[in-house]
């Protein structure tokens, strides 16, 4: 299985490596490759921690730089640049007896914010630079893509939890309630509404209580619209400070991203075009409405990498992969049609 790896720990860095190339006729092979990603990842890493992922940027070789695929050209010197995330070792270990605990075996572990970019972000959003920010329940996480590869990573210790927790203490409801009034009437937006909506009346049940009592869609934004600002100014200073250019814009994903307004506020708060992460329909055309929106972008990546990882390990022994894969995935989208 590949499993969605997460946690508010995680962070990212810039490192880079430098090899001589080894190969007969100074020609780059695989093994050069390793070894220039292995000595960018030489790193003193905190006690408990562990290198989680490590996302290659570019390779230069004798100088020349922007090169993707470096294997089969010549060249004495090989430099990588490399985007290591890093994280509490606990975390994977933990994870990893879960799912044996199953019976399932891991494959592979993937960062949650890069599942949700496999599923819903183009070549082009990668290229040109975008933010991915998934708002998950917890724990909000940002990828910065830029040039074709993730040029940062950062994690937010909030998501969609907190505005359920911030209803429930303003509105004097359990958290069961809170979740259902926010998912049937949210809204962070009050520009989105108009004054004969602001005034209609929803129905609660405050805890300790069995009467009903009645409040304005107004007031529930009211409580709302304050934490989605404050969420998205935080993730936005973070871009910011990397000085990174997301022509792209921001993409949201995670259920914490499809309460009305979040797109909106975003552009106002980043000051760039801003979507929902959508499941890419190059990809995903087969699937109902309901399981193509961008709560579905994690779990979807993990699916869609899982394919192309069968793909390639077709490829390597020689084997068409084509009937085998097609089949697979077919069966996908049968489960959420």
């Known amino acids: 299985a590949v499993v969605n790896l997460s946690g508010e720990h995680f962070r990212g860095e810039n490192k880079n490596g430098v090899v001589a190339v080894a190969g007969a006729g100074r020609e780059i092979g695989e093994e050069d490759v390793e070894r220039a990603i292995e000595s960018a990842s030489a790193m003193q890493l905190p006690s408990g921690w562990e290198i989680v992922n490590r996302l290659p940027q570019e390779f230069i070789i004798d100088g020349q730089d922007g090169i993707t695929e470096p294997v089969g050209m010549s060249g004495a010197r090989l430099e990588s640049l490399v985007h290591i995330v890093i994280g509490p070792s606990a975390g994977r270990q933990n994870l990893d007896k879960a799912v044996r605990r199953a019976g399932l075996e891991v494959a592979r572990m993937m960062l949650e914010p890069l599942a949700a970019a496999e599923s819903t972000l183009t070549d082009d959003d990668k290229e040109y630079g975008c933010a991915l920010v998934n708002i998950g329940a917890e724990i909000t996480s940002l990828m910065i893509f830029g040039r074709g590869a993730v040029q940062h990573t950062a994690v937010f210790p909030f998501g969609g939890l907190h505005f359920t927790k911030d209803i429930a203490v303003g509105l004097r409801v359990s958290i069961q309630e809170a979740n259902k009034i926010k998912h049937r009437y949210g809204c962070?937006?009050?520009?989105?509404?108009?004054?004969?909506?602001?005034?209609?009346?929803?129905?609660?049940?405050?805890?300790?209580?069995?009467?009903?009592?009645?409040?304005?869609?107004?007031?529930?934004?009211?409580?709302?619209?304050?934490?989605?600002?404050?969420?998205?100014?935080?993730?936005?200073?973070?871009?910011?400070?990397?000085?990174?250019?997301?022509?792209?814009?921001?993409?949201?994903?995670?259920?914490?991203?499809?309460?009305?307004?979040?797109?909106?506020?975003?552009?106002?708060?980043?000051?760039?075009?801003?979507?929902?992460?959508?499941?890419?329909?190059?990809?995903?055309?087969?699937?109902?409405?309901?399981?193509?929106?961008?709560?579905?972008?994690?779990?979807?990546?993990?699916?869609?990498?899982?394919?192309?990882?069968?793909?390639?390990?077709?490829?390597?022994?020689?084997?068409?992969?084509?009937?085998?894969v097609a089949e697979w995935f077919e069966s996908f989208r049968d489960k959420f049609k």
């Open 188 to 324: 962070v937006g009050s520009f989105m509404m108009e004054d004969d909506e602001k005034q209609e009346i929803i129905e609660i049940v405050p805890v300790g209580r069995t009467e009903t009592r009645g409040l304005t869609k107004e007031i529930l934004c009211d409580i709302m619209q304050p934490r989605a600002i404050e969420l998205l100014q935080h993730i936005a200073h973070e871009v910011v400070g990397t000085r990174a250019q997301i022509s792209s814009g921001v993409i949201l994903t995670g259920g914490g991203s499809v309460a009305r307004g979040m797109v909106e506020i975003a552009e106002q708060v980043f000051d760039a075009p801003t979507r929902l992460g959508y499941l890419e329909p190059e990809y995903f055309g087969g699937l109902a409405a309901e399981v193509k929106g961008p709560e579905w972008a994690v779990s979807s990546g993990l699916a869609l990498s899982s394919m192309r990882s069968q793909i390639r390990e077709f490829n390597m022994n020689g084997k068409s992969p084509t009937r085998k």
